[in-house]
């Protein structure tokens, strides 16, 4: 969601008069809160993915996203949006289906570097393709692609790493780890830097964003760690506004390779320790070797984190050089006008169009 919050940013600050905005996003899915957090209009949807499941799933699943389809008419004929942005995901589907239909204007925003199948099957049915980077035009058809970079919030190009460290009463003169697995965590990660955290925390502080699914067992591996080494330690179940300062102190993060990983990373300069999800269809290496292969990041093995992780972070502390160096090169990858480039985009294809306003899906 975060990169569309950042679009929806870009074009308030255009100054236009009128703009309705309307966030449509799944049931139960995390966007609700987080629009809300925002200010803006939030509807869900039905979705679900058909791909790789049991064929009973699929049937389910199937079932749900006809009443998608369903609910995504309603919506968009009430609502009657002027375009509307999707960037990716299963909701998608039915949401860019019922514009289409109605001869509104859908723009596709792909922050991966490679498409899922959601994305192959809209692109036909889009007005334009916004892609991060060069290398992904080729998936799309010539004259309807345009290279944004990913877009990021302004608050990551804004954020002071002295007065982030302060915002969590940070040791000044120690370095920072920052280590978090997205909203609801990553338990092979959360698992892997509890087993480390005596040896580490001689070492440097950590600031570790759990997620929700891992706080209370993590917050009693917090309580048994020596007074000494626990003062070094910041626990966070989930962090909204705060990630952003929480990024920002570190000297080195340790996370999954989702696709803000190659926006909100070089936004900040910030070298990182990826480990992608192995489950995640290969998107999340891709991402991983696109920082890797251009001197920004490191990449462990989901499978490899309890006998790396210590030594690796070790290693990249101890070589203040190389971790300069790292960050240098992911800052030199930052795109800062990317979401003022893709509002641009939705505001042209708008013109182009009968309606209220404009119609968010993730």
């Known amino acids: 969601m975060y990169p569309a919050l950042a679009i929806v940013e870009a074009l308030t600050a255009t100054g236009l008069q009128d703009v309705s905005l309307l966030y449509v996003g799944s049931e139960g899915g995390v966007e609700e809160e987080l629009a809300r957090r925002q200010g803006i209009a939030f509807r869900a949807i039905a979705a679900g993915q058909v791909r790789g499941l049991m064929p009973w799933t699929m049937a389910r699943n199937l079932m749900r996203i006809a009443r998608g389809l369903f609910q995504a008419r309603r919506i968009v004929g009430e609502f009657a949006p002027r375009v509307v942005l999707v960037t990716g995901g299963y909701v998608c589907v039915p949401v860019a289906l019922a514009a289409w239909a109605r001869r509104i204007p859908v723009l596709i925003y792909l922050p991966d570097l490679e498409p899922g199948l959601a994305i192959r099957v809209l692109s036909r049915f889009a007005a334009r393709v916004a892609v991060s980077f060069p290398e992904v035009a080729r998936y799309f058809g010539a004259g309807r692609t345009v290279v944004t970079g990913y877009p990021v919030r302004a608050a990551f190009f804004a954020a002071d790493k002295a007065a982030a460290r302060a915002t969590f009463a940070l040791e000044a003169g120690m370095p920072v780890v920052t280590v978090f697995g997205g909203s609801r965590g990553a338990r092979s990660i959360n698992r892997a830097l509890c087993s480390i955290l005596d040896e580490l925390l001689v070492r440097c502080q950590v600031i570790h964003v759990s997620g929700t699914l891992d706080a209370d067992w993590v917050a009693e591996r917090a309580k048994a760690l020596p007074p000494d080494l626990r003062s070094r330690y910041r626990h966070y179940a989930y962090l909204h506004r705060e990630m952003v300062d929480a990024l ?77 160096e790292m960050s240098a090169r992911a800052r030199s990858l930052a795109r800062p006008e990317a979401a003022r480039r893709i509002a641009e985009e939705l505001i042209g294809l708008a013109g182009e169009s009968r309606g209220a306003g404009l119609h968010v899906a993730e």
Request: charged fraction near 20%; glycine fraction near 6%; aromatic fraction near 6%.
């Open 248 to 324: 920002a102190a570190a000297d080195l993060v340790v996370a999954r390779a989702g696709a803000s990983t190659l926006g909100e990373f070089p936004a900040l300069g910030l070298p990182s320790i990826l480990v992608p999800y192995p489950y995640a269809g290969q998107h999340q290496d891709v991402n991983a070797d696109y920082l890797v292969q251009r001197g920004a990041a490191v990449k462990i093995a989901d499978a490899e984190l309890s006998a790396k992780l210590l030594p690796t972070i070790q290693a990249l502390l101890d070589d203040r050089e190389r971790l300069a």
